[in-house]
């Protein structure tokens, strides 16, 4: 009979608390199960309680950290949050391409002014990220000048493996769609499980990246005035990501309103002043709903609200500090 190793369902739990409670929850597991598989719902919430601890040990939620700490992990949950909204930009800036073609020319302001904004948003938000790297960097050093280049080789090598995995989808994925832009044949579920395949990609090196960055970060000694600067600078993140947020809204609703044929998957002819073209292929492949707009607005917003948590507890934060 195959014996269940309980062990490596305490992984799920933070180092901290597996060397407290980690015998006593595995003993626990033996008595109850009796070398039986965990059920799927016991499993769940045991991964569930699991993540709420590594959140709570990176500051991200709770009050069992300092203020150093949850500055710090709030932060670094704006950060995440922001690197969807790059995927997602980069989504939308290709999703968008070619709009005027196909809309009247005395429609044009406020899409162009939406685009713009997102455009001069993901530029300050691409300094924003910048500077906390900077901020940050001479912790980074000298974490490795005293403990040594294996402290955060692991983690930075599995972000940069995912990163590539990620970038190569991306690459091949657009690369196709530009090949295939001039025919008319539409294949469905090919096109949907491909994106899906590369939508999976991607969450799962942003995961990835996500959980390295966390990792470094726990065993960064970062000084006050750091923290308080990642604070404020995130802060300054969660403005970038309205703006985006809002702009993409803004030129979605002017677009629908003036030019619904833009969602469909019909082939339509583009203006001979515009483009050499003959064809521009616009919208969602085959629905005339934006699923791709959809999809992408949902993921933004999302992150959005994880960055708007944290921004409340950085505030908080910040002013018990004061």
């Not at 833009?262 to 583009?270: E, G, Q, R, T, V």
Request: net charge positive; charged share 15%; with cysteine.
């Amino acid at each position: 009979m195959r014996t269940i190793g309980y062990e490596s369902y305490a992984r799920w739990y933070p180092k901290g608390w597996r060397e407290r409670y980690g015998d006593e929850f595995v003993a626990r597991l033996e008595e109850t199960y009796a070398g039986e598989r965990v059920p799927l719902r016991a499993t769940l919430s045991i991964v569930r309680a699991g993540t709420y601890e590594r959140a709570c040990e990176l500051g991200v939620v709770g009050n069992s950290v300092d203020d150093d700490r949850a500055l710090t992990g709030s932060a670094l949950a704006v950060l995440m949050s922001w690197t969807v909204f790059v995927v997602a930009g980069l989504v939308f800036a290709k999703y968008v391409e070619h709009w005027q073609w196909v809309t009247p020319a005395n429609e044009h302001t406020l899409p162009t002014v939406a685009y713009d904004a997102v455009a001069t948003a993901a530029i300050v938000g691409a300094v924003i990220a910048l500077s906390a790297a900077l901020v940050t960097l001479p912790a980074l050093i000298r974490l490795v000048r005293h403990q040594g280049w294996r402290t955060v080789a692991a983690p930075f090598r599995r972000s940069i493996v995912a990163g590539l995995c990620a970038l190569v989808f991306t690459t091949a994925l657009v690369v196709t769609a530009h090949q295939m832009r001039g025919s008319r044949a539409a294949s469905f579920w090919p096109d949907r499980v491909v994106f899906l395949l590369w939508f999976v990609v991607v969450v799962v090196a942003i995961f990835i990246g996500g959980a390295s960055a966390a990792a470094v970060t726990r065993r960064v000694e970062l000084t006050t005035r750091t923290t308080q600067t990642l604070g404020c600078l995130a802060l300054a993140m969660n403005v970038v990501l309205l703006a985006i947020f809002a702009g993409v809204l803004t030129w979605w609703g002017a677009v629908a309103a003036n030019a619904p044929w833009y969602f469909s998957s019909k082939i339509l002819n583009a203006p001979a002043s515009s483009s050499p073209n003959s064809f521009t292929v616009v919208g969602s492949m085959s629905h005339a709903e934006p699923v791709l707009l959809i999809v992408m607005s949902l993921a933004m917003l999302i992150s959005l609200l994880v960055a708007l948590h944290g921004a409340a507890r950085i505030t908080t934060r910040l002013r018990r500090a004061r």
